[in-house]
C-alpha cells in the first residue's frame, strides 16, 4: 500500500494568492530527481468570471521553459456540485475560461519524461494579454511526489 506522507512528499507550489493581472506568475519548484511521479494539485476559489492558463515549466538550474511532454490532466469546473475529476486531453497546459465557480485542477507529471537535465518542475499563472484579469481568483497549488526512488542521472 502507498502512504503519501511515508513514501514521497507533500511541497507547497503556490501558497493561496490572487491571480496575476497581465502577467505571469511561477510557483516554487519541485525536484523530481527522485521521484517516480508528480502530482500538481491546483484550488482555485474564483470571485468573478477570468480567463487565464495554468501550465506547467521545467527548470535545469539556467532556464525555465514549459515542460515539452504532454501531462495527463484531470479537472473539476465546479467543486461545489460534485468531486468528480474529469481526465481532460493530455497537454502542456489547461485554459480557464470565464466562470466564477471554484475548481479543481490536476496536473499528473511523469519525471522521466521531463527533458534531460531539467530536474524540477512548476506551476505558471498565465494571464497576459488576451486574457482577463485573474486578480478576483485565489489560486494555491501543492505538490505530491509520489513515491521515493533513487535520484536519477539526466
Known amino acids: 500500500m502507498l502512504h503519501i506522507l511515508e513514501s514521497g512528499r507533500v511541497v507547497q507550489v503556490r501558497e493561496p494568492l490572487a491571480g496575476p ?7 516554487n519548484w519541485i ?6 511521479a508528480v502530482y500538481i494539485v491546483v484550488n482555485t476559489a474564483e470571485s468573478a468570471a477570468a480567463n487565464y492558463t495554468l501550465r506547467v ?17 484531470f479537472h473539476n469546473t465546479n467543486t461545489a456540485l460534485n468531486e468528480l475529476l474529469t481526465r481532460q486531453a493530455d497537454g502542456l497546459n489547461l485554459a480557464i475560461t470565464g466562470s466564477s465557480l ?14 534531460a537535465g ?9 494571464s497576459t494579454p488576451g486574457n482577463v484579469d485573474a486578480t478576483g481568483q485565489v489560486i494555491g ?8 526512488r533513487y535520484k536519477q542521472s539526466r
Open 21 to 27: 493581472n497581465d502577467a505571469t506568475e511561477n510557483g
Open 31 to 36: 525536484d523530481v530527481s527522485n521521484a517516480h
Open 57 to 73: 515549466l521545467e527548470f535545469d538550474g539556467t532556464t525555465t521553459r514549459a515542460i515539452t511532454a504532454n501531462a495527463r490532466i
Open 102 to 115: 471554484n475548481k479543481l485542477t490536476v496536473f499528473q507529471v511523469d519525471p522521466a519524461r521531463v527533458s
Open 118 to 126: 531539467y530536474d524540477r518542475v512548476t506551476l505558471q499563472v498565465d
Open 141 to 148: 497549488a501543492v505538490g505530491y511526489v509520489l513515491p521515493a
